[in-house]
């Protein structure tokens, strides 16, 4: 039988609910357990796809094309699972399913309420898609105290009651805040979101304190007595070098036993923390380095690109050495500005994004690495833009554009009408723009002998797209004339998913996000191939 882990939020948001229930995870798996990870968000959107990345950062993606909170990144880098639709629902996506029910009858005339309508379904999708895990960890979203949150909070104190008090067990994250004026540590923010929390029926059984320095014993103290916890269960974090450390500072703590010992489950395997020490120790010391440089519209936002970041991160683990992210503003570069910006970089990276808004940035930046031989890697819109760099400079198409920028006679990149997944036709529209995309996992067939075999090491792949434009295959025989490979292809031969430059050190851009499916322990091989070429860049 499954154990339930509520971690929920206090003080201030962003305190790090996501990679303390991550790291939870992977402790409890090394000790032999099955985890599951969930993220309950409060907004009232159905799903973080139509949210701009400055509203709510990274739209993170999952094998079966669910658009989801960025923590489920978190998840899967730490733990090695992968999630799915059925692990992230929001306020917005609960009211829709219950309204829907209430326009056929389900409720068979009752009155439709938050109790007990929308915190049953709630419930519901707690309890839902669970059979052979030992523990599911269920991430809150928001702040204890938020009105967004109460009936998710009312949902689990249900649920921890029907379930067993001895089943479920409450994490709350707080801040501990230092005050540099007067030198000392408070512990009041943290009192106060206890006693909010209990106002509503829940009593924590582990607080984590977040703080920038290490918390006194008889601060401590305070906050178990005030609180109403064991001393053993206020769980201190302090801000740590790299969020690698997190699985080492947790075991530290004890949490993983703290977990074990309220469930009152024993466990006679010890927890492997060799991988993260490993990586930390790199990550901390090596002197090795290379520049990359992000072209984008969401640099200023460093959670924009998460999952991108940490990929980069992963593939200099592989490599030994360490990534230096320079970020560029794609709608502020200017051509006559690509040599001054763009100086001290060994590889160059155009992400995944949309609108017209900062192409010819992007375009620009391209066209230097293209000539200058520079490293290059253009991930979903990435691609595309190269594609419309190469066919107005190298096909003397000069107009080349997306359709998605308005009409034109010369779309290398067009809106795709209809594709096929596991022989099903799938339909595409700008009707709606949430969920309409080509998401999750598809399959590519690879040509032979191309650097994208050579990487990969096998002719089919799967990863995780998230677009509705596709470059337009009926260009093909124009672009492989003069050099440009269509090396990965649908299955149908109707999509174009990758192509490299013939006469390039390194030059690839993908259809698909290769970011999601990065991890720290195992990095992505075309961010390990990346970098490893960019490093053989800089030695020149």
Same mark, same amino acid.
């Given at each position: 039988?499954?154990?339930?882990?509520?971690?929920?939020? =206090?003080?201030? +948001? +962003?305190?790090?609910?996501?990679?303390? +229930?991550?790291?939870?995870?992977?402790?409890?798996?090394?000790?032999?357990?099955?985890?599951?990870?969930?993220?309950?968000?409060?907004?009232?959107?159905?799903?973080?796809?139509?949210?701009?990345? /400055?509203?709510?950062?990274?739209? /993170?993606?999952?094998?079966?094309?669910?658009?989801?909170?960025?923590?489920?990144?978190?998840?899967?880098?730490?733990?090695?699972?992968?999630?799915?639709?059925?692990?992230?629902?929001?306020? =917005?996506?609960?009211?829709?399913?219950?309204?829907?029910?209430?326009?056929?009858?389900?409720?068979?005339?009752?009155?439709?309420?938050?109790?007990?309508?929308?915190?049953?379904?709630?419930?519901?999708? #707690?309890?839902?898609?669970?059979? @052979?895990?030992?523990?599911?960890?269920?991430?809150?979203?928001?702040?204890?105290?938020?009105?967004?949150?109460?009936?998710?909070?009312?949902?689990?104190?249900?649920?921890?009651?029907?379930?067993?008090?001895?089943?479920?067990?409450?994490?709350?994250?707080?801040?501990?805040?230092?005050?540099?004026?007067?030198?000392?540590?408070?512990?009041?923010?943290?009192?106060?979101?206890?006693?909010?929390?209990?106002?509503?029926?829940?009593?924590?059984?582990?607080?984590?304190?977040?703080?920038?320095?290490?918390?006194?014993?008889?601060?401590?103290?305070?906050?178990?007595?005030?609180?109403?916890?064991?001393?053993?269960?206020?769980?201190?974090?302090?801000?740590? @070098?790299?969020?690698?450390?997190?699985?080492?500072?947790?075991?530290?703590?004890?949490?993983?036993?703290?977990?074990?010992?309220?469930?009152?489950?024993?466990?006679?395997?010890?927890?492997?923390?060799?991988?993260?020490?490993?990586?930390?120790?790199?990550?901390?010391?090596?002197?090795?380095?290379?520049?990359?440089?992000?072209?984008?519209?969401?640099?200023?936002?460093?959670?924009?690109?998460? +999952?991108?970041?940490?990929?980069?991160?992963?593939?200099?683990?592989?490599?030994?050495?360490?990534?230096?992210?320079?970020?560029?503003?794609?709608?502020?570069?200017?051509?006559?500005?690509?040599?001054?910006?763009?100086?001290?970089?060994?590889?160059?990276?155009?992400?995944?994004? /949309?609108?017209?808004? =900062?192409?010819?940035?992007?375009?620009?930046?391209?066209? !230097?690495?293209?000539?200058?031989?520079?490293?290059?890697?253009?991930?979903?819109?990435?691609?595309?833009?190269?594609?419309?760099?190469?066919?107005?400079?190298?096909?003397?198409?000069?107009?080349?554009?997306?359709?998605?920028?308005?009409?034109?006679?010369?779309?290398?990149?067009?809106?795709?009408?209809?594709?096929?997944?596991?022989?099903?036709?799938?339909?595409?529209?700008?009707?709606?723009?949430?969920?309409?995309?080509?998401?999750?996992?598809?399959?590519?067939?690879?040509?032979?002998?191309?650097?994208?075999?050579?990487?990969?090491?096998?002719?089919?792949?799967?990863?995780? !797209?998230?677009?509705?434009?596709?470059?337009?295959?009926?260009?093909?025989?124009?672009?492989?004339?003069?050099?440009?490979?269509?090396?990965?292809?649908?299955?149908?031969?109707?999509?174009?998913? #990758?192509?490299?430059?013939?006469?390039?050190?390194? /030059? #690839?851009?993908?259809?698909?996000?290769?970011?999601?499916?990065?991890?720290?322990?195992?990095?992505?091989?075309?961010?390990?191939?990346?970098?490893?070429?960019?490093?053989?860049?800089?030695?020149?």
């Amino acid at each position: 039988m499954a154990r339930y882990i509520f971690v929920t939020g =206090g003080v201030v +948001s +962003s305190l790090g609910k996501g990679l303390s +229930s991550a790291s939870l995870s992977y402790l409890l798996q090394s000790r032999g357990f099955k985890v599951r990870l969930r993220k309950l968000d409060p907004y009232l959107n159905v799903d973080p796809g139509t949210m701009s990345p /400055f509203q709510h950062g990274e739209v /993170f993606v999952t094998n079966d094309g669910a658009e989801t909170d960025l923590d489920l990144g978190h998840y899967e880098r730490f733990s090695g699972i992968s999630t799915n639709k059925s692990d992230n629902i929001t306020t =917005g996506k609960i009211y829709n399913d219950v309204i829907k029910r209430e326009r056929k009858g389900k409720y068979l005339g009752k009155t439709v309420q938050v109790i007990p309508h929308i915190t049953n379904r709630i419930k519901e999708f #707690i309890r839902n898609d669970i059979s @052979k895990e030992d523990f599911v960890i269920c991430e809150i979203g928001g702040t204890v105290g938020d009105i967004e949150s109460l009936p998710f909070l009312e949902a689990i104190r249900q649920f921890s009651n029907e379930f067993g008090r001895n089943n479920t067990l409450f994490i709350h994250l707080t801040l501990v805040p230092y005050m540099r004026a007067s030198d000392e540590i408070k512990t009041k923010p943290t009192q106060h979101s206890v006693k909010e929390l209990r106002s509503i029926g829940i009593q924590p059984d582990i607080i984590i304190c977040r703080s920038e320095r290490s918390i006194p014993l008889d601060q401590r103290k305070k906050i178990s007595l005030f609180c109403n916890v064991s001393i053993q269960d206020v769980i201190e974090t302090v801000d740590v @070098k790299t969020i690698y450390e997190a699985p080492i500072s947790f075991n530290k703590e004890k949490l993983d036993e703290r977990v074990l010992k309220y469930f009152k489950i024993k466990s006679n395997k010890k927890v492997n923390l060799k991988p993260w020490v490993n990586i930390t120790k790199l990550v901390l010391t090596t002197k090795r380095r290379v520049n990359i440089g992000i072209v984008g519209k969401y640099v200023e936002l460093k959670d924009a690109y998460k +999952s991108l970041d940490e990929a980069l991160t992963h593939g200099g683990i592989s490599n030994k050495l360490k990534v230096n992210l320079i970020r560029i503003e794609s709608d502020k570069l200017k051509p006559s500005d690509i040599k001054k910006k763009l100086k001290d970089v060994s590889g160059i990276l155009i992400p995944g994004g /949309f609108g017209k808004r =900062g192409t010819e940035g992007k375009i620009a930046a391209i066209k !230097h690495a293209r000539l200058k031989k520079i490293p290059f890697f253009g991930i979903c819109f990435g691609m595309q833009m190269a594609i419309i760099e190469f066919a107005r400079n190298m096909l003397n198409i000069k107009n080349a554009t997306s359709s998605e920028f308005g009409s034109s006679k010369a779309s290398v990149v067009g809106l795709i009408d209809e594709w096929k997944k596991d022989g099903k036709l799938m339909k595409g529209t700008k009707k709606d723009l949430g969920g309409t995309m080509r998401l999750g996992s598809y399959t590519a067939r690879l040509k032979k002998d191309t650097k994208i075999s050579k990487i990969y090491k096998t002719t089919v792949i799967s990863e995780r !797209h998230r677009h509705r434009y596709e470059v337009n295959i009926n260009y093909k025989d124009q672009f492989e004339k003069k050099g440009m490979i269509f090396s990965g292809l649908s299955p149908d031969n109707n999509l174009p998913e #990758i192509i490299e430059l013939r006469n390039h050190p390194w /030059f #690839i851009g993908v259809q698909f996000h290769p970011e999601f499916k990065s991890r720290p322990l195992l990095p992505h091989p075309l961010f390990s191939s990346f970098i490893e070429a960019a490093n053989n860049y800089s030695k020149k």
